[in-house]
């Protein structure tokens, strides 16, 4: 089983609100990452968490906030985003280099 | 800084024939090498890994690793209307650098 899972699917949200993306794996892998991917773009690596703990942060904007509560779970934690922030948020869990994606959340800032 | 270099295409190929895709990269001690597919609207699929020079197979795909020439490519025989998608060739290094992807069209 290679499934990553995100919720949700979509989000609507104003540029003062507070939000949050959660991701989810149950494959054992050690190593998670953020990614975010705008129209017709290949995907941006953000973050990467390897056994819990944040190992790269690509200069993202304090606006966005990783967070790791345990080895299945990824949160992705939004506030004061701007419109240009407006993309498919990826989430991915790896073993060794192998990474495979969930379905994202396809984020819309108004 | 680590680039990754795909024709953008359209690459447009008749049902059943073999689709070509390459891919170049800048960093010379880049070790894992995959293709992903990505249909529009949707996350990219793993579809081949590869981590050694030569060739690997995998149902109708194939991909070749050329380390000395920094080349990576995916091949696609008896090509399908439903392999329509675009293809992004990564190279690991942390997490994934992603070529800009080749969009693929199969032609019934």
């Known amino acids: 089983d290679t499934e990553v899972t995100q919720t949700p699917k979509h989000l609507v949200m104003g540029m003062t609100n507070k939000k949050s993306l959660k991701c989810e794996q149950h494959?054992?892998?050690?190593?998670m990452y953020w990614y975010k991917q705008k129209a017709k773009k290949p995907p941006e690596l953000m973050f990467v968490?390897?056994?819990?703990?944040?190992?790269i942060n690509e200069s993202v904007p304090s606006r966005f906030s990783p967070e790791c509560p345990n080895s299945s779970l990824l949160n992705l934690h939004l506030h004061a985003l701007q419109p240009e922030d407006s993309a498919l948020y990826l989430c991915?869990?790896?073993?060794?280099?192998?990474?495979?994606f969930g379905p994202g959340t396809r984020l819309t800032v108004t | 800084q680590k680039e990754v270099e795909q024709n953008s295409g359209p690459l447009s190929v008749p049902e059943g024939a073999i689709a070509s895709l390459n891919c170049t990269y800048s960093?010379?001690?880049?070790?894992?090498f995959f293709w992903y597919r990505q249909y529009s609207g949707k996350s990219p699929e793993l579809i081949m890994s590869?981590?050694?020079?030569g060739d690997k197979e995998d149902g109708r795909f194939t991909a070749q690793l050329n380390k000395a020439s920094q080349y990576v490519s995916l091949l696609i025989r008896d090509s399908q209307p439903s392999d329509s998608a675009t293809y992004l060739c990564?190279?690991?290094?942390?997490?994934?650098?992603f070529g800009k992807g080749t969009h693929l069209i199969i032609q019934p």
């Open positions: 991915a869990s790896s073993h060794h280099y192998e990474q495979y």
């Open positions: 494959m054992g892998h050690r190593a």
């Open positions: 968490y390897s056994y819990e703990k944040l190992s």
């Open positions: 960093d010379r001690v880049s070790q894992s």
């Open positions: 590869i981590y050694s020079n």
């Open positions: 990564a190279v690991f290094a942390d997490g994934l650098t």
